[in-house]
């Protein structure tokens, strides 16, 4: 689930994974695609939102060939939808704060199951800006505690451009300004340092934490934003429990 520890994302993702991975890798074609072509390039070496892209894709173990027919439809050499970016704001259970982002071919369908997403799990969506000056736009890398020495990787992350580092139990989180990331990323890789994660997101400014009669129902709503195919990620200021996680994630 998405609450504000991403370390928590990461650990219900990978539950979740093999159940998921069509959707993960649909979601990760069409940013490719989209990255491409409002990118006006092809080539990631000069298109930095798609090198992202791309190198999440591979992260994935997304084969070559689809990333190359997502970027070739992306330039126009293919056929198919042309997708939009929209993003979508509301509050869920205990008043938390929730930034739905999306990449669509259709509005009209996307908004109506969004608010039904809201509407079903006690949550409501809101007017344009309710929540998002809640939140800061940042590059957000995740390193595994055993993947990288604590002092090393602090050295290397701020030398880069990182505008922190922090610690927490199953590693590091490492925080950058979003067009940072690119350098940061590339840093760690020219290092070997293997990344749990490394992506654009939004991390909120303060947090609630999530009463225990909400925790479910929050989860439901945020996994069943999560599950549609036209949503790219889904961010909440709510800070869950360790027993809420692992509820959501059994």
Excluded at 157 to 173: K, N, Q, R
Excluded at 178 to 196: F, H, S
Excluded at 214 to 242: R, T, Y
């Amino acid at each position: 689930m998405s609450g504000h520890s991403k370390w928590s994302t990461i650990k219900h993702k990978k539950a979740a994974k093999d159940a998921k991975r069509g959707k993960l890798f649909t979601k990760l074609i069409r940013e490719i695609t989209v990255a491409a072509r409002m990118g006006g390039s092809g080539d990631p070496d000069f298109n930095p939102r798609l090198r992202l892209a791309v190198a999440s894709a591979r992260a994935q173990s997304m084969p070559a060939d689809n990333i190359d027919r997502a970027i070739r439809k992306g330039i126009g050499e293919g056929v198919g939808a042309i997708f939009e970016e929209a993003s979508y704001e509301g509050y869920g259970p205990g008043g938390v704060a929730i930034l739905v982002s999306v990449l669509t071919d259709n509005r009209n369908r996307t908004v109506a199951e969004i608010r039904n997403a809201f509407g079903k799990n006690g949550g409501h969506l809101g007017e344009s800006g309710c929540v998002n000056y809640l939140f800061n736009h940042r590059g957000v890398i995740l390193v595994e505690r055993d993947a990288a020495d604590e002092e090393c990787l602090m050295e290397m992350a701020l030398e880069a451009g990182a505008l922190d580092v922090a610690e927490s139990p199953e590693g590091f989180e490492i925080t950058t300004a979003p067009e940072a990331l690119l350098g940061v990323r590339e840093a760690l890789e020219r290092a070997l340092v293997v990344m749990a994660s490394a992506e654009l997101t939004h991390v909120p400014m303060t947090t609630i934490s999530v009463p225990a009669e909400a925790a479910g129902q929050l989860a439901a709503l945020i996994d069943l934003l999560e599950d549609n195919d036209d949503v790219q990620s889904v961010v909440s200021n709510a800070v869950f429990a360790e027993e809420a996680v692992r509820r959501a994630a059994s």
